[in-house]
Protein backbone atom coordinates (compact mmCIF):
# COMPACT_ATOMS: atom_id res chain seq x y z
CA UNK A 1 0.00 0.00 0.00
CA UNK A 2 1.15 3.35 -0.75
CA UNK A 3 2.84 5.61 2.08
CA UNK A 4 -0.30 7.95 1.66
CA UNK A 5 -2.85 5.63 1.85
CA UNK A 6 -1.96 3.77 5.28
CA UNK A 7 -1.95 7.23 6.10
CA UNK A 8 -5.52 7.64 4.91
CA UNK A 9 -6.01 4.25 7.08
CA UNK A 10 -4.55 5.73 10.71
CA UNK A 11 -6.12 8.82 10.28
CA UNK A 12 -9.53 7.34 9.48
CA UNK A 13 -8.87 4.75 12.83
CA UNK A 14 -8.77 8.27 14.82
CA UNK A 15 -12.01 9.90 13.07
CA UNK A 16 -13.57 6.65 14.23
CA UNK A 17 -12.88 6.69 18.16
CA UNK A 18 -14.65 9.91 18.09
CA UNK A 19 -17.92 9.01 18.32
CA UNK A 20 -17.01 6.56 21.44
CA UNK A 21 -16.18 9.93 23.31
CA UNK A 22 -19.46 11.61 22.67
CA UNK A 23 -20.81 8.26 23.91
CA UNK A 24 -18.99 8.49 26.93
CA UNK A 25 -19.77 11.89 27.86
CA UNK A 26 -23.33 10.77 26.94
CA UNK A 27 -22.83 8.14 29.79
CA UNK A 28 -21.49 10.53 32.19
CA UNK A 29 -24.21 13.01 31.57
CA UNK A 30 -27.02 10.60 32.58
CA UNK A 31 -25.10 9.21 35.48
CA UNK A 32 -25.26 12.83 37.13
CA UNK A 33 -28.60 12.50 37.01
CA UNK A 34 -28.92 9.35 39.12
CA UNK A 35 -25.88 9.95 41.33
CA UNK A 36 -24.91 6.32 41.20
CA UNK A 37 -21.57 5.79 41.46
CA UNK A 38 -18.95 2.68 41.63
CA UNK A 39 -17.40 1.22 44.67
CA UNK A 40 -14.26 -0.93 44.53
CA UNK A 41 -14.99 -4.43 43.28
CA UNK A 42 -13.63 -7.19 45.57
CA UNK A 43 -11.95 -8.86 42.95
CA UNK A 44 -10.01 -5.07 42.67
CA UNK A 45 -8.66 -5.80 46.30
CA UNK A 46 -7.85 -9.46 45.43
CA UNK A 47 -6.19 -8.24 42.80
CA UNK A 48 -3.85 -5.34 44.52
CA UNK A 49 -2.84 -8.43 46.98
CA UNK A 50 -1.78 -10.25 44.43
CA UNK A 51 0.95 -7.51 43.51
CA UNK A 52 4.42 -9.93 44.83
CA UNK A 53 7.04 -7.89 43.81
CA UNK A 54 7.40 -3.94 44.97
CA UNK A 55 9.41 -2.71 41.99
CA UNK A 56 9.41 -3.27 38.47
CA UNK A 57 12.98 -3.44 36.15
CA UNK A 58 12.61 -1.96 32.41
CA UNK A 59 15.24 -2.29 29.88
CA UNK A 60 14.90 -1.56 25.88
CA UNK A 61 16.57 -2.80 23.42
CA UNK A 62 16.84 -1.93 19.64
CA UNK A 63 15.59 1.21 18.04
CA UNK A 64 12.06 2.49 16.16
CA UNK A 65 9.93 -0.05 14.83
CA UNK A 66 12.51 -3.17 15.95
CA UNK A 67 12.70 -2.20 19.46
CA UNK A 68 11.35 -4.08 22.39
CA UNK A 69 10.97 -3.69 26.04
CA UNK A 70 11.52 -5.90 28.84
CA UNK A 71 9.80 -5.56 32.38
CA UNK A 72 10.55 -7.77 34.74
CA UNK A 73 9.43 -8.15 38.77
CA UNK A 74 11.80 -7.06 41.71
CA UNK A 75 11.75 -6.33 44.56
CA UNK A 76 12.20 -9.26 45.47
CA UNK A 77 14.13 -10.62 42.40
CA UNK A 78 12.78 -14.25 41.10
CA UNK A 79 15.09 -16.26 39.98
CA UNK A 80 12.74 -17.20 36.89
CA UNK A 81 9.66 -16.35 35.89
CA UNK A 82 6.70 -16.78 33.27
CA UNK A 83 7.09 -14.83 30.12
CA UNK A 84 3.90 -13.00 28.28
CA UNK A 85 4.24 -11.38 25.15
CA UNK A 86 2.02 -7.97 25.17
CA UNK A 87 1.40 -6.85 21.48
CA UNK A 88 -0.15 -3.33 21.09
CA UNK A 89 -2.49 -1.77 19.03
CA UNK A 90 -2.25 0.71 15.97
CA UNK A 91 0.39 3.47 16.73
CA UNK A 92 0.06 2.48 20.38
CA UNK A 93 3.85 1.44 20.42
CA UNK A 94 4.03 3.81 24.05
CA UNK A 95 3.84 1.20 26.83
CA UNK A 96 2.17 3.90 28.90
CA UNK A 97 -0.75 3.64 27.23
CA UNK A 98 -1.04 -0.01 28.75
CA UNK A 99 0.89 0.75 31.76
CA UNK A 100 -1.71 -0.12 34.39
CA UNK A 101 -1.81 -3.56 33.57
CA UNK A 102 1.57 -4.22 32.44
CA UNK A 103 2.35 -3.12 36.41
CA UNK A 104 -0.13 -5.12 37.07
CA UNK A 105 0.41 -8.27 35.17
CA UNK A 106 4.54 -7.65 36.19
CA UNK A 107 3.89 -7.30 39.71
CA UNK A 108 2.41 -10.78 39.61
CA UNK A 109 5.91 -12.10 38.82
CA UNK A 110 5.55 -12.39 34.78
CA UNK A 111 8.55 -10.81 32.86
CA UNK A 112 6.81 -9.15 30.03
CA UNK A 113 8.00 -8.47 26.34
CA UNK A 114 6.31 -5.56 24.61
CA UNK A 115 7.42 -5.25 21.18
CA UNK A 116 7.42 -1.69 19.22
CA UNK A 117 6.51 -3.53 15.78
CA UNK A 118 5.65 0.23 14.35
CA UNK A 119 6.93 3.51 13.77
CA UNK A 120 4.66 5.66 12.57
CA UNK A 121 1.52 6.56 9.89
CA UNK A 122 3.44 5.05 7.06
CA UNK A 123 4.41 1.76 8.52
CA UNK A 124 3.73 -0.91 6.07
CA UNK A 125 1.00 -3.51 8.25
CA UNK A 126 2.67 -6.62 6.46
CA UNK A 127 5.54 -5.91 8.38
CA UNK A 128 4.16 -6.13 11.72
CA UNK A 129 3.71 -9.97 12.61
CA UNK A 130 7.62 -11.04 11.03
CA UNK A 131 8.99 -7.81 13.36
CA UNK A 132 7.09 -9.15 16.65
CA UNK A 133 8.21 -12.61 16.00
CA UNK A 134 12.09 -11.05 15.31
CA UNK A 135 12.05 -9.39 18.73
CA UNK A 136 10.27 -11.91 20.86
CA UNK A 137 12.90 -14.03 19.61
CA UNK A 138 15.75 -11.97 20.65
CA UNK A 139 14.21 -10.97 23.57
CA UNK A 140 13.84 -14.28 25.02
CA UNK A 141 17.49 -14.74 23.47
CA UNK A 142 18.53 -12.04 25.82
CA UNK A 143 16.22 -13.37 28.76
CA UNK A 144 18.48 -16.83 28.34
CA UNK A 145 21.61 -15.78 27.81
CA UNK A 146 22.17 -12.16 30.31
CA UNK A 147 23.01 -11.96 34.02
CA UNK A 148 21.11 -8.84 34.07
CA UNK A 149 18.18 -10.38 33.45
CA UNK A 150 15.65 -13.01 34.99
CA UNK A 151 15.59 -16.40 33.73
CA UNK A 152 12.43 -16.76 31.34
CA UNK A 153 10.40 -20.23 32.21
CA UNK A 154 9.47 -21.00 28.94
CA UNK A 155 7.19 -23.61 29.88
CA UNK A 156 5.00 -20.92 31.13
CA UNK A 157 4.71 -18.68 27.72
CA UNK A 158 1.64 -16.49 26.74
CA UNK A 159 0.42 -14.40 24.60
CA UNK A 160 -1.84 -11.47 25.02
CA UNK A 161 -2.76 -8.61 22.52
CA UNK A 162 -5.45 -5.54 21.65
CA UNK A 163 -6.80 -4.48 18.29
CA UNK A 164 -3.70 -5.30 15.64
CA UNK A 165 -1.94 -6.38 18.43
CA UNK A 166 -4.36 -9.31 19.32
CA UNK A 167 -4.35 -10.81 15.85
CA UNK A 168 -0.68 -10.51 15.99
CA UNK A 169 -0.98 -12.40 19.08
CA UNK A 170 -3.10 -15.24 17.86
CA UNK A 171 -0.82 -15.45 14.59
CA UNK A 172 2.46 -15.67 16.85
CA UNK A 173 0.83 -18.65 18.82
CA UNK A 174 0.37 -19.98 15.23
CA UNK A 175 3.65 -19.70 13.89
CA UNK A 176 5.45 -20.46 16.76
CA UNK A 177 6.82 -23.77 15.74
CA UNK A 178 8.22 -22.37 12.58
CA UNK A 179 9.86 -19.36 14.18
CA UNK A 180 11.43 -20.94 16.91
CA UNK A 181 9.42 -19.92 19.46
CA UNK A 182 8.34 -21.72 22.46
CA UNK A 183 4.70 -23.41 22.54
CA UNK A 184 2.38 -20.70 23.58
CA UNK A 185 0.23 -22.19 26.73
CA UNK A 186 -2.77 -19.49 26.09
CA UNK A 187 -3.71 -16.56 23.67
CA UNK A 188 -5.99 -13.58 25.14
CA UNK A 189 -6.81 -11.35 22.21
CA UNK A 190 -8.79 -8.25 22.83
CA UNK A 191 -10.60 -6.62 20.44
CA UNK A 192 -8.36 -7.84 17.41
CA UNK A 193 -9.13 -6.27 13.83
CA UNK A 194 -6.86 -4.50 11.56
CA UNK A 195 -7.51 -1.75 9.41
CA UNK A 196 -5.71 -3.08 6.45
CA UNK A 197 -5.74 -7.10 6.25
CA UNK A 198 -2.71 -8.70 6.46
CA UNK A 199 -1.27 -12.20 5.46
CA UNK A 200 -0.75 -14.34 8.47
CA UNK A 201 -0.58 -18.19 9.52
CA UNK A 202 -4.25 -20.12 10.07
CA UNK A 203 -5.41 -20.38 13.70
CA UNK A 204 -6.86 -24.20 12.21
CA UNK A 205 -3.85 -26.18 13.74
CA UNK A 206 -3.32 -24.35 16.96
CA UNK A 207 -1.88 -26.81 19.92
CA UNK A 208 -4.92 -28.60 21.00
CA UNK A 209 -3.46 -27.37 24.31
CA UNK A 210 -3.58 -23.73 23.60
CA UNK A 211 -6.07 -21.96 25.91
CA UNK A 212 -7.63 -19.37 23.30
CA UNK A 213 -10.07 -16.15 24.94
CA UNK A 214 -11.02 -13.97 22.50
CA UNK A 215 -13.01 -10.45 23.60
CA UNK A 216 -14.80 -8.21 21.46
CA UNK A 217 -16.98 -4.85 22.65
CA UNK A 218 -20.03 -3.75 22.23
CA UNK A 219 -19.34 -0.12 21.28
CA UNK A 220 -15.89 -0.71 19.28
CA UNK A 221 -16.82 1.65 16.19
CA UNK A 222 -13.54 0.63 15.01
CA UNK A 223 -12.69 -2.84 13.94
CA UNK A 224 -16.93 -3.90 15.37
CA UNK A 225 -16.64 -7.67 16.25
CA UNK A 226 -16.23 -9.36 12.54
CA UNK A 227 -12.75 -10.39 12.89
CA UNK A 228 -12.85 -11.24 16.46
CA UNK A 229 -15.73 -14.16 15.69
CA UNK A 230 -13.12 -15.23 12.57
CA UNK A 231 -10.24 -16.26 14.69
CA UNK A 232 -12.36 -17.84 16.96
CA UNK A 233 -14.48 -19.49 14.52
CA UNK A 234 -11.04 -20.32 12.60
CA UNK A 235 -8.99 -22.29 15.80
CA UNK A 236 -11.17 -25.55 15.04
CA UNK A 237 -8.49 -27.30 16.58
CA UNK A 238 -8.78 -25.92 20.34
CA UNK A 239 -11.19 -28.00 22.19
CA UNK A 240 -14.64 -26.28 23.36
CA UNK A 241 -13.50 -26.59 27.16
CA UNK A 242 -10.60 -24.80 26.38
CA UNK A 243 -11.77 -21.91 24.47
CA UNK A 244 -14.47 -18.99 25.57
CA UNK A 245 -15.65 -15.75 23.46
CA UNK A 246 -16.32 -12.59 25.78
CA UNK A 247 -18.62 -9.76 24.58
CA UNK A 248 -18.42 -7.32 26.96
CA UNK A 249 -20.94 -4.56 27.16
CA UNK A 250 -21.27 -0.67 28.11
CA UNK A 251 -23.18 -0.27 31.61
CA UNK A 252 -23.82 3.99 31.54
CA UNK A 253 -26.22 4.22 34.93
CA UNK A 254 -23.48 5.24 37.24
CA UNK A 255 -20.17 7.43 38.11
CA UNK A 256 -17.84 6.73 35.77
CA UNK A 257 -19.89 5.22 33.02
CA UNK A 258 -18.97 1.61 31.90
CA UNK A 259 -18.07 1.82 28.29
CA UNK A 260 -17.25 -1.10 25.81
CA UNK A 261 -15.23 0.88 23.37
CA UNK A 262 -11.90 0.07 21.24
CA UNK A 263 -10.39 1.93 23.72
CA UNK A 264 -11.48 0.02 26.97
CA UNK A 265 -8.77 -2.08 27.40
CA UNK A 266 -6.29 0.61 27.47
CA UNK A 267 -4.86 1.65 31.24
CA UNK A 268 -2.12 4.40 31.36
CA UNK A 269 0.05 4.71 33.53
CA UNK A 270 2.61 7.50 33.63
CA UNK A 271 5.88 5.59 34.90
CA UNK A 272 5.77 3.27 31.73
CA UNK A 273 5.15 6.54 29.36
CA UNK A 274 7.75 7.23 26.59
CA UNK A 275 6.09 10.08 25.23
CA UNK A 276 6.45 7.86 21.72
CA UNK A 277 3.54 7.83 19.07
CA UNK A 278 1.65 10.90 17.35
CA UNK A 279 -1.61 10.53 19.39
CA UNK A 280 0.26 10.18 22.60
CA UNK A 281 -1.84 12.89 24.38
CA UNK A 282 -5.04 11.67 22.88
CA UNK A 283 -3.95 7.82 23.87
CA UNK A 284 -3.07 8.46 27.52
CA UNK A 285 -6.05 10.67 28.23
CA UNK A 286 -8.45 8.47 26.84
CA UNK A 287 -6.69 5.49 28.94
CA UNK A 288 -8.46 5.15 32.10
CA UNK A 289 -8.73 2.46 34.31
CA UNK A 290 -12.00 0.77 35.50
CA UNK A 291 -14.37 -2.09 36.43
CA UNK A 292 -13.53 -2.83 32.80
CA UNK A 293 -10.24 -2.84 33.69
CA UNK A 294 -10.01 -4.25 37.06
CA UNK A 295 -12.53 -6.27 37.66
CA UNK A 296 -12.72 -7.50 33.84
CA UNK A 297 -10.22 -7.75 31.64
CA UNK A 298 -7.31 -8.17 33.66
CA UNK A 299 -8.96 -10.84 35.98
CA UNK A 300 -9.68 -12.39 32.09
CA UNK A 301 -6.26 -12.29 31.97
CA UNK A 302 -5.03 -13.57 35.04
CA UNK A 303 -7.55 -16.51 35.44
CA UNK A 304 -6.22 -17.50 31.58
CA UNK A 305 -2.91 -17.65 32.25
CA UNK A 306 -3.26 -19.20 35.90
CA UNK A 307 -5.60 -21.92 34.24
CA UNK A 308 -2.83 -22.36 31.66
CA UNK A 309 0.36 -22.71 33.15
CA UNK A 310 -1.31 -25.32 35.96
CA UNK A 311 -2.58 -27.44 32.96
CA UNK A 312 -6.40 -26.80 33.54
CA UNK A 313 -9.10 -26.10 30.84
CA UNK A 314 -11.04 -22.90 31.30
CA UNK A 315 -14.32 -24.66 31.77
CA UNK A 316 -12.55 -26.14 35.05
CA UNK A 317 -11.01 -22.57 35.87
CA UNK A 318 -13.79 -20.44 35.44
CA UNK A 319 -16.84 -22.57 36.03
CA UNK A 320 -17.50 -22.87 32.25
CA UNK A 321 -16.92 -18.88 32.05
CA UNK A 322 -19.24 -17.73 34.64
CA UNK A 323 -15.96 -16.23 36.89
CA UNK A 324 -15.86 -13.83 33.50
CA UNK A 325 -19.04 -12.39 34.04
CA UNK A 326 -19.14 -10.55 37.48
CA UNK A 327 -17.83 -6.82 37.04
CA UNK A 328 -18.97 -5.77 40.62
CA UNK A 329 -22.24 -3.67 41.52
CA UNK A 330 -23.10 0.10 41.79
CA UNK A 331 -23.59 1.64 44.89
CA UNK A 332 -27.71 1.02 44.54
CA UNK A 333 -27.12 -2.80 44.40
CA UNK A 334 -27.52 -3.25 40.69
CA UNK A 335 -24.60 -5.11 39.41
CA UNK A 336 -22.40 -3.83 36.43
CA UNK A 337 -24.03 -4.89 33.03
CA UNK A 338 -22.20 -8.89 32.89
CA UNK A 339 -20.23 -9.77 29.80
CA UNK A 340 -21.87 -12.36 27.40
CA UNK A 341 -19.42 -15.67 27.45
CA UNK A 342 -19.60 -18.82 25.31
CA UNK A 343 -17.08 -21.32 24.27
CA UNK A 344 -19.96 -21.35 20.67
CA UNK A 345 -20.51 -18.55 18.62
CA UNK A 346 -24.32 -19.58 18.22
CA UNK A 347 -24.57 -18.65 21.90
CA UNK A 348 -23.36 -14.70 21.55
CA UNK A 349 -25.67 -12.32 19.34
CA UNK A 350 -23.30 -10.02 16.73
CA UNK A 351 -23.77 -6.71 17.24
CA UNK A 352 -24.55 -3.37 14.98
CA UNK A 353 -22.86 -0.49 15.86
CA UNK A 354 -25.57 2.89 15.25
CA UNK A 355 -26.98 3.73 11.71
CA UNK A 356 -24.67 0.84 10.34
CA UNK A 357 -21.21 2.64 10.66
CA UNK A 358 -18.40 0.94 10.81
CA UNK A 359 -14.79 1.78 10.22
CA UNK A 360 -14.07 -1.95 8.84
CA UNK A 361 -16.42 -3.02 6.50
CA UNK A 362 -18.85 -6.61 8.04
CA UNK A 363 -18.60 -9.39 5.77
CA UNK A 364 -21.62 -12.11 6.51
CA UNK A 365 -19.63 -14.89 8.51
CA UNK A 366 -19.82 -18.60 7.42
CA UNK A 367 -20.93 -19.47 10.84
CA UNK A 368 -24.08 -19.16 12.56
CA UNK A 369 -25.86 -16.28 14.48
CA UNK A 370 -25.09 -13.91 11.77
CA UNK A 371 -28.63 -12.16 12.04
CA UNK A 372 -29.05 -11.17 15.93
CA UNK A 373 -27.95 -8.57 17.61
CA UNK A 374 -26.94 -7.76 20.76
CA UNK A 375 -28.88 -6.11 23.63
CA UNK A 376 -28.86 -2.91 23.73
CA UNK A 377 -26.68 -1.35 26.63
CA UNK A 378 -28.62 -0.84 29.89
CA UNK A 379 -29.49 3.12 30.58
Known amino acids: MPHHGRATHAINLFLAL??????AIAGSSAADEGAVGLPEHPATAIAKNE???GSITRTRYGVGARSYWIFEPDSPRPESAPVLV????????????????????VRRGAIVIYPTFQEGWGDDPETFLPRSIEAVR???????????HIKPDLRRFGLIGHSTGGVIAARIAAASTKAGLPPPRFVLAVTPGELVRTQGPTLERLSRDLLLVVVAAEHDL???????????AEAKSIPRDRKLYVLFRSDLRGRPGILADHLAPTAASPEFDTGDGPLHGFQMT???????DRSGLWRVADMTGDAAFAGRSLDEATDSGRAFRNLGYWTD????????VANDLEEIPRFILPHGFRLVPWHAPTFGAGQRTAPPAPR
Open 18 to 23: CPAIAI
Open 51 to 53: ARH
Open 86 to 105: FTHGWLAMNPGIYGAWLDHL
Open 138 to 148: DALDVLRTSNR
Open 222 to 232: AVGDAQARELF
Open 286 to 292: AAAVDAF
Open 333 to 340: GRPVAPPL
